[in-house]
């Protein structure tokens, strides 16, 4: 048998193509993805969407948030570095199954997709803060602070520039808000040709965003019923020992029985191409389910920025965001 050696560069390769293959809703054009979280954002947010909102964003400031053909964008930032393999990130690792020596309790679970709408929030009180250095004390557009011919780097913490700040944390809220839609049982159905069960787990079939997931209420109730897969390299690969916990080689539920992370979203939304998107209509829901939800991110930064600085200063803010030429445009 062909052993790959355990050279370090050789294994952080093989853990950085795990992690692109099924961190969650596709951020890659290839390996089975086709820029599905850009995809998705580009539905939501893009002026050239047929469904475009109102504030609404430019070419330039959408390929920075959405993505482009060999750049992630702020949206695909996590499926990068150190959040590629965290769970948060992804709204992964929140499963559970009521059946007799399963490893986790109801309450771990709910913890660990509770970790990832306080991510969430917490990136959304860091967009608010950094928005305020787009404006200088006069209300003035800082033109140091909006990228020009030098565009944003969506890598480690810092950003530097105001916009590619704000841009940074609303693409980690956007991504774990769409992968919340992925990874979890929220919209969809299990087999109905199978038993119901850890490999097959219920759904709670829904339509639309979870009130759970919105930013605007403290402490909502946690959805009875809702689970995430088990965030675990190796189920991610549809490997056997990925995710088994008991001897008899019993599995947890597992990412790789759960996830609606790959299929057709343009022209239309089509038919998913993991196990469960392809399941009905589990994928469209999803999709239809995540980018209702990012359009709702976007409205719910908006009606921050307006509580915190004031109609005047936050309209002035959202163009900046916005616009490509926010210098110009935006007086």
Known sequence: MLRLKSHPLTMAVIIVGAALLFAGFGTIRGMGQDAEHGRITRHALDCASPTAIDACFEPDSIDSLAGSPGDFGAVGAPDRGRGMLTSYAHCSAGDYYDIPGYPRTRAEAQASLTECR?????????????????????????????????????????????????????????????????????????????????????????????????????????????????????????????????????HRIRHLDVNKDTGVIDPVIGIGTTARGAIGDNFERAVSAAIADSVDKWATFEEMLVEVYGPVRADLMICAITHDDPRDDCG
């Open 118 to 250: 306080d991510n969430m929030v917490e990136n959304l009180r860091h967009a608010v803060i950094d928005a305020a250095d787009l404006l200088d004390d006069d209300g003035d557009i800082r033109s140091s602070q909006i990228p020009g011919l030098i565009p944003c780097i969506y890598a480690g913490s810092e950003h530097g520039r105001a916009k590619c700040n704000v841009l940074a944390h609303l693409g980690r809220i956007l991504h774990a808000s769409q992968d919340f839609y992925s990874h979890s049982n929220w919209v969809d159905s299990p087999d109905p040709a199978r038993a119901v069960g850890p490999a097959n787990p219920p759904g709670l079939g829904h339509t639309g965003p979870a009130p759970w997931l919105d930013l605007r209420q403290d402490n909502p109730s946690f959805p009875r019923g809702l689970i995430s897969g088990c965030f675990d390299n190796e189920s991610f690969l549809g490997e056997e020992r990925g995710c088994v916990y008991a001897e008899d080689g019993s």
